[in-house]
């Protein structure tokens, strides 16, 4: 074998492996926004479900990083209902789930991610307009409120 037919051989072994590793190599990115898709579209449902009381989807979906006091519970309370009332005022099929990764910079650079991890954060999208965020961990809603200090927003943990 002459040395262009070796190099032939290498660059055909290589390509194939390439293309083998890539076909064969797991999809998590596309798994992990199914999984953050499903868990934010049955939020979304259960908003705008009239007969589920404000604390069954506190519970359900929101994760609590600190104790619940009667005054956290009526600021979550009070925020589930705006955020209700939004929702239901929309066509739920007209709504787009957008992965943070994937907005224009012009949406996002005033966000300050605080060590969030950027593919965990999704915004809820209606008609062209940013409707809500929402920002994912263990399989349930972190936050969903955005704060701004004036030169950045902030995500507010429950």
């Known amino acids: 074998m002459n040395y262009l037919q070796l190099i032939f051989v290498l660059l055909l072994t290589a390509t194939s492996t390439s293309t083998w590793a890539q076909r064969n190599m797991p999809q998590t990115t596309t798994v992990q926004q199914d999984s953050a898709r499903q868990i934010i579209e049955k939020f979304v449902q259960d908003l705008n479900n009239p007969?589920?009381?404000?604390?069954v989807i506190l519970s359900q979906h929101i994760l609590l990083q600190q104790p619940l006091t009667d005054e956290f519970f009526e600021y979550l309370s009070y925020s589930i209902a705006t955020l209700r009332l939004n929702?239901?005022?929309?066509d739920l099929s007209q709504?787009?789930?957008i992965p943070f990764i994937k907005l224009p910079k012009k949406d996002i650079r005033d966000i300050d991610l605080e060590g969030n991890d950027?593919?965990?954060i999704y915004f809820i999208k209606y008609r062209d307009k940013l409707v809500f965020p929402v920002l994912?961990?263990?399989g349930k809603i972190k936050s969903f409120t955005l704060v701004s200090n004036?030169?950045?927003?902030h995500?507010?943990?429950y």
């Open 87 to 90: 929702i239901q005022q929309k």
């Open 150 to 153: 004036g030169e950045y927003a």
């Open 51 to 55: 007969a589920l009381a404000n604390d």
């Open 155 to 157: 995500f507010i943990n």
């Open 136 to 138: 994912l961990k263990d």
């Open 118 to 120: 950027p593919q965990a």
């Open 95 to 97: 709504l787009e789930y």
